[in-house]
């Protein structure tokens, strides 16, 4: 985690890593369901899901397990399923980032930018709150 040179994603390329991996929620009902690789559903967009073009979406299904567990833990005694499909995609997608070795201040920066504009600065201080338990963890 600790980069001599930490990566930065575009704000465009994460919210788009957002908008497909919350549409993969909504229409498979992936929740804490998904398997490894995923179920073949197909999207608006005409492709199906396990076939991201999107890197970071890619990393997501490769280590869903980890980085649903990491979440799991920050968000005791809850859990997934308990989050609505904007959080857990929003989560899901900082949490692969962080791991991918993206710069934690600009990962933390970029995603309460995103969350602000898909949900609310009510969201933006729980995802916040979840992402400092979870780089505590990682550290």
């Keep these: 985690m600790n980069n001599i040179f930490p990566m930065k994603i575009s704000f465009d390329l994460s919210r788009e ?18 398997e490894e690789g995923g179920q073949k ?3 608006y967009s005409g492709r199906e899901t396990g076939l991201s073009n999107n890197f970071i979406v890619s990393f997501f299904l490769k280590h869903k397990k980890e980085i649903d567990s990491l979440i799991e833990k920050a968000i005791y005694p809850g859990g997934l399923d ?21 710069d934690i201040p600009h990962v933390i920066d970029k995603w309460l930018r995103i969350t602000s504009e898909f949900a609310s600065l009510r969201l933006a201080k729980f995802i916040h709150g979840v992402l400092s338990d979870i780089i505590s963890e990682l550290k």
């Design 82 to 102: 308990d989050l609505t499909p904007t959080q857990r995609s929003i989560l899901r997608l900082c949490v692969s980032e962080i791991m991918l070795g993206v």
């Design 17 to 34: 890593a957002f908008c497909e991996l919350f549409e993969m929620d909504m229409r498979a009902g992936m929740g804490t369901r998904l």
């Design 41 to 43: 559903v197909k999207l």
